[in-house]
T-cell receptor
Framework: DTGVSQDPRHKITKRGQNVTFRCDPISEHNRLYWYRQTLGQGPEFLTYFQNEAQLEKSRLLSDRFSAERPKGSFSTLEIQRTEQGDSAMYLC????????????FGPGTRLTVT | GENVEQHPSTLSVQEGDSAVIKCTYSDSASNYFPWYKQELGKRPQLIIDIRSNVGEKKDQRIAVTLNKTAKHFSLHITETQPEDSAVYFCAASKGYDMRFGAGTRLTVKP
């Protein structure tokens, strides 16, 4: 499968626990994005990497959220001390710098905080 | 920052009719406007996009128009089919920063 993959697809956790999600972008893509999508809404930008550098973080990304892309390939998004309001679909997308600006989305990780 | 508004939130059409979804954006520096289709439980997929130096783009039954002066853009789907039923999102982007509309749930009735 040459598309963007995310793991796990579903995660149920109790409030206060930490969770980590993984995203594997399309192999030749150097740009990676994280979004959060709640029911009935469009994806909301969280953060962006170009290669291994995190170039932008949305104000949505509180200090409980951290993202890494250590070798410029896969990325992880960690949420510490989860809250019920963190329940959402977390989408990863990737793109290649150049003339095409299309972002290819992964299937998402659905997080439920109980 | 950029604010994207999308209308209508729901749209129901008869098979074979046309569907039009409209979006407005606030940041005149936005220069890339993609449209994504998201079927239930699936990932968003790009269906068409337009850049700010183009006024209209067409791909088979799908077309997008852009009015930079008014800061609005529209998606037109002609000869709709039941498989067009999905949620459609518009977005506006400058650089890597992409902001999405809230989505339009399109239902095509056979």
């Amino acid at each position: 499968d040459t598309g963007v993959s995310q793991d796990p697809r579903h995660k149920i956790t109790k409030r206060g626990q930490n969770v980590t999600f993984r995203c594997d972008p399309i192999s030749e893509h150097n740009r990676l994005y994280w979004y959060r999508q709640t029911l009935g809404q469009g994806p909301e930008f969280l953060t962006y990497f170009q290669n291994e550098a995190q170039l932008e973080k949305s104000r949505l990304l509180s200090d409980r959220f951290s993202a890494e892309r250590p070798k410029g390939s896969f990325s992880t998004l960690e949420i510490q001390r989860t809250e019920q309001g963190d329940s959402a679909m977390y989408l990863c997308a990737s793109s290649q710098s150049g003339s095409s600006r299309e972002q290819y989305f992964g299937p998402g990780t659905r997080l439920t905080v109980t | 920052g950029e604010n994207v508004e999308q209308h209508p939130s729901t749209l129901s059409v008869q098979e074979g009719d046309s569907a039009v979804i409209k979006c407005t954006y606030s940041d005149s520096a936005s220069n890339y406007f993609p449209w994504y289709k998201q079927e239930l439980g699936k990932r968003p997929q790009l269906i068409i996009d337009i850049r700010s130096n183009v006024g209209e783009k067409k791909d088979q039954r799908i077309a997008v128009t852009l009015n930079k002066t008014a800061k609005h853009f529209s998606l037109h789907i002609t000869e709709t089919q039941p498989e067009d039923s999905a949620v459609y999102f518009c977005a506006a982007s400058k650089g890597y920063d992409m902001r999405f509309g809230a989505g339009t749930r399109l239902t095509v009735k056979p």
